[in-house]
């Protein structure tokens, strides 16, 4: 059974820090990309950072390059995306999915990812 588990989420500060965690089961990591999205309140979902396994290939949206980082670690099966400089438009419900990496073609585009976390909230307040 596939899993992906986010954790790490919660309330920070404007300008603080926050390190959310992708745990993952039932499929061959080196083999996938992991992206988190976030949607916040009324918004579509958006990819923000993604990683690809093996190929130590990483990509952001604009809006987060600078402040947050994403990395992996092969032998616990897991994504970190490090948060810093967190603004309150950063406020949102932060997910985690998965694809072959031989299948991905837009890193951010959700339609491409069949694997699903039940997301972690990240709450900025000013």
């Known amino acids: 059974e596939v899993q992906l588990v986010e954790s790490g989420g919660g309330l920070v500060q404007a300008g603080g820090s926050l390190r959310l965690s992708c745990a993952t089961s039932g499929f061959s990591f080196n083999d996938y990309a992991i992206t988190w999205f976030r949607q916040a309140p009324g918004k579509e979902r958006e990819g923000i950072a993604c990683i690809k396994n093996s190929e130590d290939r990483t990509y952001y949206a604009d809006s987060v390059k600078g402040r947050f980082t994403i990395s992996s670690d092969g032998a616990k099966n897991t994504v970190w995306l490090q948060m810093n400089s967190l603004k309150p438009e950063d406020t949102a419900v932060y997910y985690c999915?998965?694809?072959?990496?031989?299948?991905?073609?837009?890193?951010?585009?959700?339609?491409?990812?069949?694997?699903w976390g039940q997301g972690t909230q990240v709450t900025v307040s000013s």
């Open positions: 999915a998965a694809v072959s990496r031989a299948f991905l073609i837009w890193p951010f585009s959700r339609d491409e990812y069949i694997y």
